[in-house]
């Protein structure tokens, strides 16, 4: 009996003593499906992105890039590569930006997705303008200028009437422009006007259809008509 359960006892520690033994981790490198005792795990870096992602950039306008960290297991830092040359803040669309980093263990890369659009700034400029407005009930000038306005969406069209100057604000979205009503006065009376419209792809013509009501005696009235500013 004695020999029975020394042999039992051997023969159990012998099991245990070969359980194979290997990463248990599925999230490791080296990870072992068949292993019964955990042995060392070995793991890639982990990169974290600076900002948001996706980020955004105004048409033209130079892109500043967070960045992101990179770091081992057991905290280390790692050196992280940065390879944004799909990007160009030239061209409207959306655009990929990669970063890398690489330790003994392998290499890891994320991406940020960077959204180049047309902004206030596309508009800013001096535009000329032809339209079938009337010259008397809705004056438009033929040599507006555009600047960009107090928000980061406005813009304002300078010298908006003939003659008579005023300014015009306006909104932006992308390639469509609003005109929410407004009043200008003309010592006579007063010009309510609204509209509506877009810039075309090229970003070099804008068009927009105006309401207008014009309350001057004898020249004044009220319409809708086209105007189309070129640069």
Known sequence: MKKTLIFIS?????LISCKKEGCMDPSAVNYDQDAKKEGVCNYKPTITLNGVNPDSVELGNAYTDPGATATNIDGSAVAVT?????????????????????????SVSTNRTVNVYVGPGAYVGSWTCTTDCSATQ??????PTI???????????????????????????????T???QTINI?????????TGYM?????QIVISYDYDNTTPVIGGAGSCTATYDI
């Not at 809705?138 to 040599?143: E, H, I, M, Q």
């Not at 010592?187 to 509209?195: A, C, K």
């Not at 075309?200 to 070099?204: L, R």
């Open 10 to 14: 051997v023969f159990g520690l012998a």
């Open 138 to 143: 809705f004056p438009l000038a033929t040599d």
């Open 200 to 204: 075309n792809a090229a970003m070099n």
């Open 82 to 106: 940065i390879d944004n040359s799909a990007l160009n803040v030239d061209s409207i669309g959306s655009y990929v930006i990669t970063y890398t980093a690489t330790n003994e263990h392998g």
């Open 179 to 181: 005109v929410p009503t």
């Open 147 to 177: 600047s960009a306005g107090t928000t980061s969406n406005s813009i304002v069209i300078d010298n908006f009437f003939n003659l008579i100057g005023g300014t015009a604000n306006a909104t932006v979205d992308g390639l469509n422009i």
């Open 187 to 195: 010592q006579f009376g007063d010009i309510t006007f609204s509209g």
